[in-house]
C-alpha cells in the first residue's frame, strides 16, 4: 500500500461521511416538516433512530473484529449501498409522510452506524505501520461540513426540500466508490513492530473526530495509546486484566463522573438545538440559505481549534478547557434565547471555535489524563457516549418541550439544561482524585 494515495483515501472518505451528518441530521427537520410530520415527533423519531443507530455501532463493531469475510470493507459497502437505494426510494414516497420518515430513518441510522468502521479502518492503517495524519482528515471533515451545508442552504432556497433525497444519493453513492477503493483487510497481515501505533500521525497541532470522538494523536511524542488510538491487538492487551474486586469505574473517578454527566447534559442542549435549529432560522427571520450559512459557519469555525488544539493543551490542561468549553456553550444558549436576527445567528454560531470544536479535540486527551493505564479505553468509551447519549435525550426532550411551549421553551429550556451541565463540570474541578496506583485504591 502507498502511505499517500492511502491518507487521499481516508481523508476523502471521513470528509464524506462528515457531509452525510449534514445532509441528514442538519436537514432533516426541515425535510420532514415538508412533509407534515408533526415538530415533536420529529424529535422522537430522531431519538428512535439514534438509538438504533447506537446499538447498531455496537453490533457492526463486533462483526467488524470477528468476521474476516464481513470485514470494515464489505460492511461500508453494505452501508453505503443500502443507503443509496433508501435515498433514491424517498422521491417516489413524498405521498407517504410515515414511509418517507422510516426510509430517511434508514438514512440516518447508517450514517451514525458507520462510525465504528471508520474507525476500523485507521486502525486497520496503524497494523500496517501506515502514518494517517488525523489533523488534515478531521479538518477536511469540517470544511467538507461547511461547505455542502451552504450550497445545501442555497438550493433547498431555490427548489425546495425535495432535493435533500438527490444531496443524500450523490453522498452515500461517494461513500460506495470510497469504500469500494478501500484496502482489503483480508489480503493483508498485521504487521507487529516495536510500537507499531507510532504510525498513526498526527500533526502536532492537534485534532479529534468531532463526530464521533474518533482519537487524535499526540502532542510532544505521545503514544497511540496514550489518545486512545489503538489496534484490535493492542486493544486486547490493554483491556485484559487480572480479576480483581474493585469499584465500579465511575465510583473511582468521582471526577470523572461528574464531568461526564456535565458534558452529557451539554449535549443535550446542543443536539435539542441541532435537530431545530431551522426553526430558530426561521424564529430570527431566515430561511434554508441562512440555515446552510449558519451550519457552515459553526462547522468552519471548528477547523483553528482542531488544528492548534495541540500547542493549546500545552498550557491549559484539558478539564480546564472542557470547562471553558460548556461556558462557552452556554453562552450560546442564552444568546439564542435573545438573537432578534439571522445576523445575530450568524455571529453566535462563530463561539463553535470555543464549544463543540474545543470539546472535541479536549475530551480525546481528558481520557488519557484522567484514567490510569487499565482504564484508559473504558474511559475513552464513556467519554465518547456524551454525543450519542445526548443525541437520544436531546431530540427527545426537544419533542416533548416544543410540542408543550413551542421553539421559545426549546431556547429557554436549552440553556437551563446547558447551564446545568455546566455546573456539574465546573464541580468536577473542585473533586479530588488522582490515578490509581492500584485496582484496590
Known amino acids: 500500500m502507498n502511505e499517500k494515495s492511502e491518507n487521499i483515501k481516508y481523508r476523502f472518505l471521513l470528509g464524506t461521511h462528515t457531509m452525510m451528518f449534514c445532509v441528514g441530521f442538519g436537514y432533516a427537520t426541515s425535510y420532514l416538516q415538508n412533509l407534515q410530520?408533526?415538530?415533536?415527533?420529529?424529535?422522537?423519531?430522531?431519538s428512535f433512530f439514534a438509538v438504533i443507530g447506537a446499538l447498531f455501532q455496537l453490533l457492526l463493531g463486533r462483526v467488524a473484529d470477528k468476521s474476516r469475510r464481513w470485514n470494515f470493507k464489505n460492511l461500508l459497502i453494505l452501508l453505503a449501498a443500502v443507503q443509496l437505494a433508501s435515498s433514491l426510494a424517498l422521491p417516489f414516497t413524498a405521498s407517504f409522510s410515515?414511509?418517507?420518515?422510516?426510509?430517511?430513518?434508514?438514512?440516518?441510522?447508517?450514517?451514525?452506524?458507520?462510525?465504528?468502521?471508520l474507525s476500523s479502518v485507521s486502525f486497520f492503517y496503524a497494523s500496517q505501520n501506515l502514518r494517517v495524519d488525523f489533523g488534515i482528515a478531521r479538518g477536511i471533515g469540517s470544511?467538507?461540513?461547511?461547505a455542502i451545508s451552504i450550497i445545501m442552504g442555497k438550493t433547498v432556497t431555490a427548489f425546495g426540500t425535495g432535493c435533500i433525497p438527490l444531496f443524500a444519493a450523490g453522498t452515500s453513492l461517494a461513500l460506495l466508490i470510497e469504500s469500494m477503493l478501500l484496502p482489503s483487510p483480508a489480503k493483508y497481515r498485521t504487521?507487529?513492530?516495536?510500537?507499531?501505533?507510532k504510525t498513526a500521525n498526527v500533526s502536532d497541532e492537534g485534532a479529534s473526530n468531532s463526530f464521533s470522538g474518533e482519537n487524535a494523536k499526540s502532542q510532544n511524542g505521545r503514544s497511540g495509546r496514550e489518545t486512545g488510538i489503538s489496534s484490535p491487538e493492542t486493544r486486547k492487551i490493554e483491556t485484559s486484566s487480572p480479576k480483581t474486586r474493585e469499584k465500579p469505574l465511575l465510583l473511582?473517578?468521582?471526577?470523572?463522573?461528574?464531568?461526564?454527566?456535565?458534558?452529557t447534559v451539554v449535549m443535550v442542549f446542543h443536539n435539542m438545538n441541532i435537530t431545530y435549529f431551522v426553526r430558530i432560522i426561521e424564529k430570527t427571520g431566515g430561511n434554508s440559505t441562512s440555515l446552510g450559512i449558519a451550519l457552515g459557519i459553526a462547522a468552519v469555525m471548528e477547523i483553528p481549534t482542531l488544528f492548534f488544539y495541540g500547542k493549546l493543551s500545552k498550557k491549559i490542561s484539558s478539564k480546564t478547557l472542557l470547562l471553558i468549553s460548556c461556558l462557552v456553550f452556554t453562552m450560546k444558549a442564552l444568546l439564542f434565547c435573545i438573537a432578534g436576527n439571522v445576523i445575530a445567528v450568524y455571529l453566535i454560531q462563530g463561539?463553535?471555535?470555543?464549544?463543540?470544536?474545543?470539546?472535541?479535540?479536549?475530551?480525546?486527551?481528558?481520557?488519557h489524563d484522567t484514567f490510569e493505564e487499565k482504564d484508559?479505553?473504558?474511559?475513552?468509551?464513556?467519554?465518547?457516549?456524551?454525543?450519542?447519549?445526548?443525541?437520544?435525550?436531546?431530540?427527545?426532550?426537544?419533542g416533548l418541550i416544543i410540542n408543550a411551549s413551542g421553539i421559545n421553551g426549546v431556547l429557554w429550556g436549552g440553556f437551563a439544561i446547558c447551564a446545568t451541565g455546566t455546573a456539574l463540570a465546573a464541580i468536577s474541578l473542585f473533586c479530588k482524585q488522582k490515578k490509581h496506583s492500584n485496582a484496590n485504591q
Open 37 to 46: 410530520v408533526p415538530d415533536g415527533t420529529i424529535g422522537f423519531a430522531i
Open 143 to 146: 470544511t467538507a461540513y461547511g
Open 252 to 263: 473511582r473517578y468521582p471526577a470523572f463522573t461528574l464531568m461526564f454527566l456535565g458534558l
Open 351 to 367: 463561539l463553535s471555535i470555543g464549544s463543540f470544536g474545543l470539546m472535541a479535540a479536549a475530551k480525546v486527551y481528558y481520557a
Open 191 to 197: 504487521v507487529h513492530s516495536e510500537d507499531p501505533l
Open 376 to 398: 484508559v479505553v473504558t474511559g475513552q468509551a464513556f467519554v465518547s457516549m456524551t454525543e450519542a447519549l445526548g443525541m437520544v435525550m436531546g431530540s427527545f426532550f426537544g
Open 98 to 117: 410515515m414511509l418517507s420518515l422510516v426510509l430517511f430513518g434508514f438514512v440516518l441510522i447508517i450514517t451514525y452506524s458507520m462510525l465504528p468502521l
